[in-house]
């Protein structure tokens, strides 16, 4: 009995020493990251504060964009957000929307709501896809620019391909067909591929739309919802795309590029393939391949995060909705990191390699299961009565004080930069719920995460329904 | 450890804490140096627009400046006297307000309101604090005043600006080089062209909207450069020729087109294309039949601007019996050509060729949607 209790107790110390060595470097990490994007946003600030962006709409050397928007069941949304898009302030370009065979009548709708007319347009198929059913164009003027692709289903994944092979445009703009992207924000993300000929993909800053009022396809006033659930996803993605992703983009280290907004050069995703069919996370899972062409054919390559094109999305306001997001995310992630595990450690890719992946692998994939063996351990130890309360508590309080003060960093980050919450007493809910968060949603949402892994281990492929209230009904101020 | 694991966290939790009481601090005096700013500018401006309107005694602006400029600056002297009397801040906070106030006036005005305030700019003493910070430490300050001295046209900036072409910044390279454009005109387009050892998509739309507008007078420089065969700007200079329309560069294109590297022979076959010159069409049709595809594309292209009836048969033959990514260049090149080319994309629809048939189809399309008909009625017709 006393060799097992002091096997246990070897284990609790070796387990413990673990611990706070993981607690400390991820928290250094996430230090080192919130000062690089300090100073990427600062510089990215300087550059473009004074930048008059209407050149790029008036020039004939401007390069053209072709806009793919991937819609399945997608009714509620469909009529304003094309709206939305056919209203960007763009020089040339065109809006591709893929119905991925919905089983709503998003279809009809378009039909209706834009005059469209089944056209013999050709379509080359550089991508397999799934078959095409039709091709439409607007019997209006107004809408020349956009093409609706009506196609069997086949994922989201399938439906990019589609569009890719239907566009013209040696650029295109990967978005959800439910966001909003701002007027002006395909000329602040397509100005780093004209400024350097090796930029091959730029995402763009998604924020959270629920609380906004949305007028006629454009958000017209910023404001936070007045429910928890969208606010702790507004403090999240803060943290997610100004802190992780500004700082990874310094560092040409750029994993993830959002699904619901990302540009990309036509001719490398072709080269590389196209987006795969075959897992949820196709948006990371194509940003590390072109990462890995680019560097295994050694060309200079940039792929660049840029923080203020915004694309406005509607986030899950249910527990329900939210976990089926989160498990979605996290099932791509891993899925990614299996495709792609000859990349870790691995100096051929560089920092992509030697940092990003592995900070992916450690922090984001297994972070939550870290973090779930804790608690368990904390649950062993008390019932074996070798639990130190003091250090727990302080150990409790230095974790609440780091996971708080990132979230306030990111949301201080946003203040000083971009200012997009213009009430005051939206500043105060958004540090409020940057505390809060600690008490509960992390744990949730680690343990949604945790869900996924098991779920993945277990064959689970798909995406999950999700349901859009519309952005007709946020809002009401 | 843990008690090292406290330490670092107590320190890191200072440094931010601290950093953001900092920010904090910095905005809300930010704000408040704004709102002082504009409230001044405001004061500024009620004060200085009528000087820059008043109505002179004598008007010497068209026949003695010197004259005219004696009577501009008995017009400003009150104001400039009444910050000698003032507080070194309010001094500060005053000149910056005007200077400020002067440059947005500066993007709404011209001819004489616009050499009055030129006046002005140099008479308060800004020249010399742009020509400073033209050459600051900050990469953004220079770039700021490059925009800044453009603005007000001061020549003196000259020198500075063009050694700035060199500068490791290229947000500063670009704006010097439209600064340079913008005061010294078609005289410096020559070598801000040569001196600039790469010009990106960006720095060639911002040279575009400075240089287009001069018109044919450039049209002189820009040749020059291409013969001298500047390699880094050449295709910018094609690219610029193609676009400006003068097809007296025709014959020094077609000179130098075969020698070029492929990138650049394709924009000069694209640029020759738009200047719709006819003696291109042998150079052009050559082309066509070029070991590269990306040429032939190019020189298809090319072709369609062209508009020369004689392309159609040659075009034609094309959209019916090569690559399927020439043969809707090919199809694109007679949706332009004009009508005949026209007619000859609906005999492509027509025809037993299916392929042709929806190549053809994907441009007389675009008629039909535009002219609110539908196929059958246009084809009927």
Redesign the interface.
């Known amino acids: 009995m006393s060799i097992l209790l002091s096997i246990l107790d070897f284990l609790s110390d070796a387990f413990t020493?673990f611990v706070?060595f993981y607690?400390?470097s991820i928290?250094l990490v996430y230090?080192l990251m919130l000062l690089f994007s300090f100073l990427s946003i600062r510089f990215y600030l300087?550059?473009n504060l004074?930048c008059d962006y209407r050149?790029?709409v008036?020039?004939?050397?401007?390069?053209p964009v072709s806009v793919l928007a991937p819609a399945y069941n997608e009714s509620v949304n469909i009529s304003e957000s094309v709206h939305s898009l056919l209203k960007l302030n763009y020089s040339t370009m065109e809006v591709i929307v893929i119905n991925d065979g919905s089983k709503d009548d998003t279809l009809n709708i378009l039909i209706q709501h834009f005059h469209l007319r089944k056209?013999?347009?050709?379509y080359?198929a550089h991508l397999p896809t799934q078959p095409v059913r039709g091709i439409y164009?607007?019997?209006?003027?107004e809408y020349?620019n956009l093409v609706v692709v009506d196609k069997v289903n086949g994922g989201k994944a399938d439906a990019l391909n589609v569009g890719i092979n239907v566009s013209r445009y040696p650029l295109f703009c990967a978005i959800d067909a439910d966001s909003i992207l701002e007027d002006d924000a395909l000329l602040k993300a397509t100005?780093p591929?004209?400024?350097?000929?090796t930029t091959i993909a730029v995402g763009g800053i998604v924020r959270i739309a629920n609380g906004c009022t949305v007028q006629r396809g454009r958000v017209t006033d910023v404001a936070l919802s007045g429910k928890f659930l969208p606010v702790f996803q507004v403090v999240e993605y803060f943290r997610a795309f100004l802190t992780g992703r500004m700082a990874w983009s310094a560092a040409n280290a750029l994993l993830i590029i959002s699904g619901a907004f990302g540009i990309f050069k036509k001719n490398v995703v072709l080269e590389v393939g196209g987006y795969k069919h075959d897992t949820v996370g196709e948006d990371m899972e194509l940003v590390i391949r072109l990462h890995r062409l680019m560097r295994e054919t050694k060309r200079p390559y940039r792929i660049i995060f840029v923080p203020d094109p915004v694309c406005w999305t509607e986030a899950p306001e249910t527990l329900s909705m939210l976990r089926r997001q989160r498990n979605r995310w996290h099932r791509g992630l891993l899925d990614t990191l299996l495709i792609h595990r000859t990349i870790l450690f691995n100096p051929k890719y560089g920092m992509v390699g030697l940092f990003a992946a592995p900070y992916f692998l450690f922090y984001e994939l297994l972070g939550p299961v870290i973090e779930g063996m804790g608690y368990i351990v904390v649950i062993a130890m008390l019932l074996l009565g070798t639990l130190n309360t003091d250090?727990l508590l302080?150990?409790f309080i230095?974790s609440v004080?780091?996971g708080m003060?990132f979230s306030?960093?990111a949301v201080?980050l946003e203040?000083?930069s971009f200012h997009r919450y213009p009430r005051t007493m939206d500043l105060v809910r958004l540090i409020g719920h940057a505390f809060i968060e600690n008490f509960g949603y992390r744990q949730l949402t680690a343990f949604w995460r945790i869900q996924a892994i098991i779920d993945y281990a277990r064959g689970v492929k798909h995406w999950g329904p999700m349901q859009r209230k519309g952005f007709a009904s946020h809002g009401q101020h | 450890?843990?008690v090292f694991?406290?330490i670092?966290?107590t320190c890191?939790?200072v440094v931010?804490v601290a950093t953001?009481i900092g920010?904090?601090v910095h905005?809300i005096y930010a704000i408040a140096r704004d709102r002082i700013l504009q409230r001044r500018q405001e004061q500024y401006g009620t004060e200085f627009h009528p000087l820059l309107l008043e109505e002179l005694p004598t008007q010497y602006f068209e026949t003695d400046r010197d004259i005219y400029l004696e009577q501009v600056r008995y017009l400003f002297e009150p104001l400039r006297d009444s910050f000698q009397h003032s507080s070194i801040l309010s001094r500060r906070i005053g000149r910056m307000a005007l200077r400020k106030m002067m440059l947005d006036l500066a993007r709404d005005v011209d001819g004489e309101t616009m050499y009055r305030l030129c006046f002005a700019f140099e008479y308060f003493g800004f020249i010399d604090l742009e020509i400073e910070q033209l050459q600051s430490k900050n990469w953004?300050i220079r770039a700021?005043a490059c925009?800044e001295v453009a603005l007000m046209k001061v020549r003196e900036a000259i020198p500075v600006l063009t050694d700035l072409l060199d500068d490791e910044y290229?947000?500063v390279r670009i704006e010097a080089a439209q600064s340079l454009i913008d005061i010294a005109g078609v005289d410096a387009v020559y070598p801000v062209l040569t001196h600039l050892s790469h010009i990106?998509?960006?720095m060639?739309?911002?040279l575009?909207?400075a240089i287009l507008p001069m018109g044919i007078p450039v049209v002189g420089e820009i040749e020059h450069v291409v013969k001298t065969q500047t390699l880094p700007t050449m295709s910018f200079c094609i690219?610029l020729l193609g676009?400006l329309g003068d097809i007296s560069v025709v014959p020094t294109l077609l000179a130098i087109a075969p020698g070029l590297p492929l990138e650049q022979q394709r924009i000069c076959v694209i640029a020759l294309g738009k200047l719709g010159d006819p003696t291109c069409l042998p150079f052009i049709t050559d082309m066509m039949q070029h070991h590269q595809q990306e040429m032939r594309i190019a020189a298809v292209r090319a072709m369609g601007l062209l508009g020369d009836g004689n392309a159609i048969p040659l075009l034609k033959a094309i959209a019916t019996g090569a690559p399927?990514v020439e043969r809707?260049a090919a199809a694109e090149a007679l949706w332009r050509n004009d009508i005949s080319g026209r007619d000859a994309l609906v005999e492509l629809f027509l025809s037993n060729d299916e392929v042709a048939?929806?190549?053809a189809?994907?441009f007389l399309?675009?008629q039909y949607?535009?002219a609110?008909t539908t196929p059958g009625a246009l084809y009927q017709a």
């Open positions: 020493r706070i607690f400390a928290n230090f300087r550059r004074l050149i790029i008036q020039s004939e050397f401007t390069t056209t013999r347009r050709l080359v164009t607007s019997q209006k003027a020349k100005k591929f004209m400024e350097d000929d250090i302080l150990f230095v004080v780091y003060m306030v960093g201080i203040e000083i | 450890m843990f694991l406290l670092v966290t890191i939790l931010v953001t920010l904090l905005k953004w700021n925009r290229e947000d990106s998509v960006w060639g739309i911002r575009t909207r690219e676009e399927i809707i048939r929806t190549v189809l994907e399309e675009e949607v535009k609110k």
